[in-house]
């Protein structure tokens, strides 16, 4: 699997922005544009652009979008491509595979009690205790559970804490310091950390 990082995304200037949206399809432009706020715009159009360097690898230089029953994106033209696509305030991942993936990336966030009896188990509540960084335990546990909910394409309503991490397999994380990637597959396989810059973008 190749996860296609960036998380530079506050050194973009406004006229870098424009011209990456004004590279959208017209379909993803428009989505784009209905973002109120500029984090958001900017959150759509690199996660897109990000996807197109990633094909690009591949050999495919024009693709669309379908989405599976669950809401799952895919591209109905290269049926043994899979991918898949998250984003935060630190930067934007897409994982790229030949099998099915699920990826999330997300900021290190302080831990509420209210929202720990929503999503974690009785276990991972007590590997979250049990931390010298609850917080950074916390949105580990997160993150492993919405890349592998990502990954069967269900979604994360009603699955989070039903989802027991210390079970799952096939998981990668990559702890970055201010935030985590996890990476999930349906079957084992290595994970290469692409860093890209904003000229793989533009390109």
Not at 28 to 52: E, G
Not at 122 to 127: F, K, R, V
Request: charged fraction near 30%; charge should be negative.
């Amino acid at each position: 699997m190749l996860v296609y990082l960036f998380d530079d995304l506050d050194s973009i200037s406004d006229d870098e922005l424009s011209r990456l949206i004004s590279l959208l399809p017209e379909e993803r432009r428009r989505k784009a544009l209905r973002y109120r706020f500029r984090r958001d715009r900017l959150a759509c159009a690199v996660a897109y652009m990000l996807l197109k360097h990633a094909l690009r690898s591949r050999g495919i230089g024009s693709f669309a979008f379908a989405e599976a029953p669950g809401g799952k994106p895919f591209l109905p033209d290269h049926p043994g491509v899979h991918f898949n696509l998250s984003h935060s305030v630190s930067g934007c991942v897409c994982a790229l595979s030949d099998r099915e993936v699920g990826i999330d990336i997300q900021d290190i966030a302080q831990v509420r009690e209210n929202v720990l009896r929503l999503v974690c188990c009785e276990s991972e509540l007590a590997a979250i205790a049990a931390s010298d960084d609850p917080d950074r335990e916390f949105t580990r546990i997160w993150c492993m559970k919405e890349a592998y909910l990502k990954m069967l394409g269900t979604g994360i309503t009603g699955g989070l804490k039903a989802t027991d991490t210390s079970a799952l397999k096939n998981l990668t994380v990559l702890d970055r310091g201010g935030y985590i990637i996890a990476a999930s597959s349906e079957e084992a396989e290595d994970v290469t950390l692409m860093h890209t810059g904003l000229e793989d973008l533009l390109k």
